[in-house]
């Protein structure tokens, strides 16, 4: 089941959030785009969709666009003032390695292409489509960025009819798809991980490298992107307390994208600029049921310990199962199960296994895997664990315990005053 797209969406076994009702404006009528009429909850096709630099999505309409889920539609110039006109697409760009050019908004008009940042259009702009983007084709119906991880390179899709032109950020290169099973675009979004493709005012979530469609498609956009009043799917309830938070399990992925698991369900959140959203397990990773035990990343893999089974996928552009798993946890790390806890510290290679009130360490270079050592440690009914540039978090309950490194926390005998988890690291009512 598709989830509720807000700032502060539920999550379904740990939180629930409420949104503001929206503004009621009159009915659309055809052709009009007097901001006093337009009322995406009347059913709109979307001339282009992108988050800004704020992560704030901005839905474009004609001369006008709204700014987030909820409020009225406003002129497009009072954010971009140089506009003249509809856009064709849009697009926040993901290039890391260019600071200078990253997190850029692109609007595209015709044969045209504008850059803008903080709402400041940038030097030269607006500029022919060609010379910034040498191969993609003018009058775009629609554009969304793809970062390396969830495409093979930080990428950019364009759309044109049934056509998906893949342009590569790093080498300026263009290769150009047919997606006659996906609805042809008016705009396309991606928001955490997830992208999606905007037709009339209904959308289908779509993968971006093959463009395979999962679930029953497509669903209304009142429903998920916009509070509208008989719209809905649960979005009206109120978040949980953060007192009342259980994680199942945490790890940060060699890419950077921290994950927190909580029974059936899984949230990134490091990505928290752009909102947060709970999505079932099996949205990612296909083969794990009902929960887990333990997760923990290392070599660009994420391992899944789930009962006494280990499942491994690697960490790329798709979450794929490596054949011949599951294993058993004996045969996989030289333990037996079950695992409360699990964590690799960044640039290790020791995973750090809680079972109980111990930890051991497993060598994962060695073959077969074995066991360095085996420590008490000053603290029992762990739900989680996570290692980072910041340190360990051992969380227990609705807190967690934080220790700066494996050795310090093997040698503690006396647990440190726990911390709170708090409406800063995952969506809860303090």
């Not at 700014?67 to 890391?96: C, D, I, W």
């Not at 603290?379 to 227990?396: Q, V």
């Not at 315990?401 to 969506?427: F, G, W």
Request: hydrophobic share 35%; net charge negative.
């Amino acid at each position: 089941m598709e989830l509720l797209v807000t700032k502060t969406l539920f999550l379904c076994v740990l939180f629930t959030v409420s949104t503001a009702a929206p503004l009621q404006d009159a009915a659309l009528e055809d052709g009009d785009t007097n901001p006093a009429v337009l009322d995406r909850c009347a059913g709109v096709e979307f001339d282009a969709i992108t988050p800004n630099e704020k992560g704030n999505t901005l839905f474009f309409k004609g001369d006008h666009l709204w700014n987030g889920f909820t409020g009225p539609a406003q002129l497009s110039t009072l954010y971009f003032k140089e506009l003249n006109g509809p856009v064709n697409a849009a697009f926040r760009m993901h290039n890391t390695e260019n600071p200078d050019d990253h997190d850029h908004i692109y609007l595209f008009q015709d044969d045209k292409v504008y850059s803008y940042f903080n709402q400041n259009l940038e030097e030269g702009y607006p500029k022919q489509i060609e010379e910034d983007f040498p191969g993609v084709p003018t009058h775009l119906d629609a554009a969304v960025e793809c970062p390396k991880g969830e495409c093979m390179t930080d990428s950019v899709l364009f759309f044109k009819g049934q056509d998906v032109h893949v342009y590569d950020i790093t080498t300026k290169t263009v290769k150009t798809k047919t997606w006659s099973h996906l609805p042809s675009c008016t705009s396309a979004f991606r928001w955490l991980e997830h992208y999606y493709c905007f037709h009339g005012h209904n959308f289908t979530r779509f993968h971006p490298v093959s463009g395979e469609v999962t679930g029953a498609y497509p669903k209304d956009a009142r429903h998920y992107f916009m509070n509208c009043p008989n719209f809905g799917h649960g979005g009206d309830r109120k978040p949980s307390k953060c007192s009342d938070v259980k994680l199942s399990a945490a790890t940060t992925d060699d890419g950077g994208r921290t994950y927190f698991f909580a029974g059936p369900i899984y949230m990134r959140v490091d990505s928290h600029r752009d909102g947060f959203h709970a999505f079932p397990i099996t949205r990612a990773w296909k083969d794990v049921n009902d929960g887990v035990d333990a997760v923990f990343s290392y070599d660009n893999k994420i391992y899944f310990i789930k009962g006494d089974q280990v499942y491994i996928y690697k960490a790329d552009a798709h979450f794929t199962l490596i054949e011949g798993y599951p294993k058993t946890i004996k045969e996989e790390l030289g333990i037996e199960g079950p695992v409360d806890a699990a964590f690799v510290c960044p640039n290790e290679n020791i995973a750090h296994i809680i079972q109980g009130n111990r930890m051991s360490d497993i060598v994962l270079t060695a073959t077969p895997r074995v066991v360095g050592r085996v420590v008490p440690l000053p603290l029992s009914n762990i739900d989680a664990s996570l290692c980072g540039e910041d340190g360990i978090k051992i969380f227990r309950g609705s807190q967690f315990y934080r220790y700066e490194s494996p050795m310090i926390l093997a040698m503690s005998r006396i647990a440190p005053v726990p911390v709170a988890i708090t409406s800063a690291m995952m969506p809860c009512e303090d």
